[in-house]
């Protein structure tokens, strides 16, 4: 990238599906890595549910590291009305470093 990030991207399983993924930032500033996959489903007449589950860490250059879980998301009215998402759960961020 034109910032000097370097990301590589490979899908390691074709079923399930999962992607794994680094991100290297310029001058080592960080370090991103881990895994995912992405699971839909109907969840009624006229909405889909979906996720991204998976194993997702943040490395900075001092050693904190940080470990993120996403939320489960529902985007409503696929098929009529005005279309918006909601999210079911909490995402978190975990400061792995200092146990926060």
């Known amino acids: 990238m034109s910032t000097g990030e370097k990301l590589y991207v490979e899908q390691t399983s074709h079923i399930p599906a999962v992607t794994s993924f680094l991100l290297e930032g310029p ?12 699971k839909g489903w109907l969840n009624g007449p006229n909405s889909l549910a979906g996720s991204k ?4 860490t943040l490395k900075l250059k001092d050693g904190t590291t940080y470990k993120f ?3 489960l998301m529902v985007i409503n009215n696929l098929i009529a009305g005005s279309q918006y998402q909601t999210y079911m759960n909490h995402g978190y961020i975990t400061d792995i470093t200092n146990n926060i």
């Open 27 to 38: 001058n080592e500033a960080y370090t991103m890595y881990g895994y995912y996959t992405l």
């Open 53 to 56: 589950e998976g194993n997702i």
């Open 69 to 71: 879980e996403q939320p």
